[in-house]
C-alpha cells in the first residue's frame, strides 16, 4: 500500500487529454516537491516533470506537472500511441524521511 | 553526457550480503543528491535509499533500514550501496539515479538515470 495514491489505469484515444492523480497528505505532497516519470517496457524510467511542474529539456509541452495541496496531476495532451506506459509520482515524505513513490498508472492508448 | 553506470549486482543466497556501486560521469558529482531506486518483477517503482552531497543526510525506506548503507566518494564520483541480510524480496532491478537538488530531503526530483543493474536473492 503506497503512501501516494494513482489510479492503476486510464485509457483514451489518440488526440484525447488524459489526467492522472497523485493523492498524498500533508507530509509528503502537501510540503515536498513532486516529480512524474515515465517507464515504457524494457526501459529506465524517464523523468517528466520535476519540483512540481518544471518540464526537463526534450519532454514535450504535452507533458504538464500541477500541484494543489495534498494531491498532484499530470497531464498529457495530445495523446499518442507512444505515449503507452507506465507513469509514477513522486516526492518527500518529511514523516517517514523517506521517498515515495505511487503505485502507477498504466495509460493505454485505445 | 551524463552516464550512470550500475555494476556488482548477481545472483546471491539468502542473508548474504552484496555491494552495489554506480560511477557517474558528466555533471559535477558533489553537487547533487543521489538515490536507489528498485523495481521489483511485476512490482512498481520504490525507492530505497538517499544521500546528499556532503554525505551528511541519508534517508532509507523502512524495508531496507537496519540492513543497507549508502555512502558516496565525491573524490571518484562514485555512489555505494552495501546490502547485508539480503531477503528474496530484494530481488529487483536496482536504478542509481541523480536528484535535481543536493540535499536528500528536498528531493527536486530524478533527472539522469542508470540502465538499472539485477540482484536476484534466491537459495
Known amino acids: 500500500q503506497s503512501v501516494l495514491t494513482q489510479p492503476p489505469s486510464v485509457s483514451a484515444t489518440p488526440g484525447q487529454t488524459v489526467t492522472i492523480s497523485c493523492s498524498g497528505g500533508s507530509s509528503n505532497i502537501g510540503n515536498n516537491r513532486v516529480s512524474w516519470y515515465q517507464q515504457l517496457p524494457g526501459t529506465a524510467p524517464r523523468v517528466l516533470i520535476y519540483e512540481n511542474n518544471k518540464r526537463p529539456s526534450g519532454i514535450p509541452d504535452r507533458f504538464s506537472g500541477s500541484k494543489s495541496g495534498t494531491s498532484a496531476t499530470l497531464g498529457i495532451t495530445g495523446l499518442q500511441t507512444g505515449d503507452e506506459a507506465d507513469y509514477y509520482c513522486?516526492?518527500?515524505?518529511?514523516?517517514?524521511?523517506?521517498?515515495?513513490f505511487g503505485g502507477g498508472t498504466k495509460v493505454t492508448v485505445l | 553526457e551524463v552516464q550512470l553506470v550500475e555494476s556488482g549486482g548477481g545472483l546471491v543466497q539468502p542473508g548474504r550480503s552484496l555491494r552495489l556501486s554506480c560511477s557517474a560521469s558528466g555533471f559535477t558529482f558533489d553537487n547533487y543528491a543521489m538515490h536507489w531506486v528498485r523495481k521489483a518483477p511485476g512490482k512498481g517503482l520504490e525507492w530505497v535509499s538517499g544521500?546528499?552531497?556532503?554525505?551528511?543526510?541519508?534517508g532509507y525506506a523502512d524495508a531496507v533500514k537496519g540492513r543497507f548503507t549508502i555512502s558516496r566518494d565525491n573524490a571518484k564520483n562514485s555512489l555505494y550501496l552495501q546490502m547485508n541480510s539480503l531477503r528474496v524480496e530484494d530481488t529487483a532491478l536496482y536504478y542509481c539515479?541523480?536528484?535535481?537538488?543536493?540535499?536528500?530531503?528536498?528531493?527536486?526530483?530524478?533527472?539522469?538515470w542508470g540502465q538499472g543493474i539485477l540482484v536476484t536473492v534466491s537459495s
Open positions: 539515479v541523480k536528484d535535481t537538488l543536493n540535499v536528500v530531503g528536498a528531493m527536486g526530483g530524478f533527472d539522469y
Open positions: 513522486a516526492t518527500w515524505d518529511s514523516r517517514l524521511s523517506a521517498g515515495v
Open positions: 544521500i546528499g552531497w556532503s554525505s551528511y543526510s541519508t
